[in-house]
């Protein structure tokens, strides 16, 4: 039995469950979600948790079992409280601008960055170097994240770029003089 997978999702009281044959609904405080299970995860739902369980034990039943579990956890989380990643800008110049569904990045090329946020996230900027990815899946909040990310990864040298703001940059030294 999957560690993961056996272990049952927990209901806070502001979420509602409803499960249609092979379709589970979670709706909550900031937003609904869907997801479609495979028919060979059986998912019972007592009131207060949710508990997957597997029909045979093949290689497949067992790797998607613990995935369903966290998927399902994942939206349980995502409509109660949400999900947010952060990402900081650093560069000499370098800044961004949001306005309505249309991000604006200055980073250091010749044009500028123009990159549409898509629906189901968010995306705020403080002081023109802190970006804001927000929203209630997970998936796409993490997709947005490495998007933006990957416009301007950060160098190694100077630290120039787009970083999350957790990430550490290992440094190199430059070039050496010669003597």
Avoid: C
């Amino acid at each position: 039995m999957s560690r993961i997978g056996k272990m049952p999702v927990e209901i806070p009281a502001n979420v509602k469950v409803n499960i249609v044959s092979s379709n589970i609904i979670v709706e909550g405080q900031k937003g609904k979600l869907s997801l479609n299970v495979k028919p060979v995860i059986n998912v019972v739902n007592d009131g207060k948790n949710i508990v997957l369980t597997r029909k045979n034990d093949l290689k497949e039943s067992k790797s998607l079992h613990g995935l369903y579990r966290v998927l399902l956890n994942n939206m349980v989380v995502g409509v109660s409280k949400g999900f947010e990643r952060k990402l900081e800008i650093n560069g000499t110049g370098f800044k961004a601008a949001i306005s309505g569904q249309k991000l604006t990045l200055n980073i250091g090329y010749s044009h500028v960055v123009d990159f549409s946020v898509p629906e189901g996230a968010k995306v705020t900027v403080d002081d023109n170097t802190k970006l804001t990815i927000s929203g209630i899946d997970k998936q796409l909040v993490g997709h947005v994240a490495s998007v933006i990310r990957g416009f301007r990864p950060p160098e190694p040298y100077k630290g120039k770029g787009i970083k999350y703001s957790d990430e550490v940059i290992r440094r190199k030294a430059g070039k050496a003089a010669k003597k």
